[in-house]
């Protein structure tokens, strides 16, 4: 048996699965409009942020702190791609309802099952729009005496954000639109479209 293998051999079975070959499932979804972050690059940036996490966090493994529910895809990605012992937990916060902007107001629906005293807590985040869901998790986690709190959140929408944030990690800038899938929905649905693609669709408010 060949011993597990990182890099390229990882990007030669992507390229395989997501390349010419490859059919988009997704491309007669009506609400659905085009590719923002394709997966092979999804793919490909996680990998990269996985190895600037193991080398950032040696010697001190990481408690990652995913927030559900857009966070899951993320989070089960990049928790592979760090070569250290981390643990996971996970909160969910509610700012959004079913609508497409910010209420602005921030819930606890599920709190952490650990004690963060004197850990090195990484909250992995999927979108950063306003701002301010972060800042408040922030203020709410550091509360609870880390030792560390860093953020690592895979999209920062543009020229949104109306609270200065410190974001250590980010994944990649995107324009200001409305977008689903890897783990993002609107009203629940297309979290699982495999990339990250535009919502077109019709705007439902709680
Ligand atoms: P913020 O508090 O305005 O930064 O909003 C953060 C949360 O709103 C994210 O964690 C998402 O759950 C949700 N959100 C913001 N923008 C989008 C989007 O374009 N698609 C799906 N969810 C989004
Ligand atoms: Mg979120």
């Known amino acids: 048996m060949s011993p597990p293998d990182e890099g390229g051999g990882l990007q030669e079975r992507q390229g395989r699965s997501g390349g010419a070959v490859s ?32 080398a950032d966090y040696d010697g001190r493994p990481p408690l990652l702190v995913g927030v559900l529910k857009g966070a899951f895809v993320f989070m089960s990605d990049l928790a592979r791609a760090i070569r250290l012992p981390v643990e996971v937990d996970v909160m969910a916060v509610a700012s959004y309802g079913s609508a497409t902007a910010t209420s602005g107001v921030v819930r606890i629906v599920k709190d952490l099952d650990s004690d963060l005293t004197d850990r090195h807590v990484l909250v992995v985040e999927d979108i950063v729009d306003s701002g301010l869901t972060l800042s408040y998790l922030r203020r709410n986690l550091l509360a609870r005496q880390p030792a560390s709190l860093e953020v690592c959140a895979l999209l920062v929408k ?21 977008v689903v899938g890897y783990g993002l929905d609107v009203a629940e649905r297309y979290r699982n479209v495999p990339d990250i693609r535009v919502y077109r669709g019709p705007v439902t408010v709680d």
Do not use: M, N
């Open 23 to 54: 059919i988009d499932r997704w491309q007669d979804e009506p609400d659905l409009g085009e590719v923002v972050v394709p997966e092979d690059v999804l793919h490909k940036r996680v990998a990269e942020l996985g190895d600037e996490l193991t």
């Open 158 to 178: 543009e020229g949104r954000q109306r609270a200065r944030l410190d974001l250590r990690y980010v994944g990649f800038h995107i324009p200001p639109d409305f």
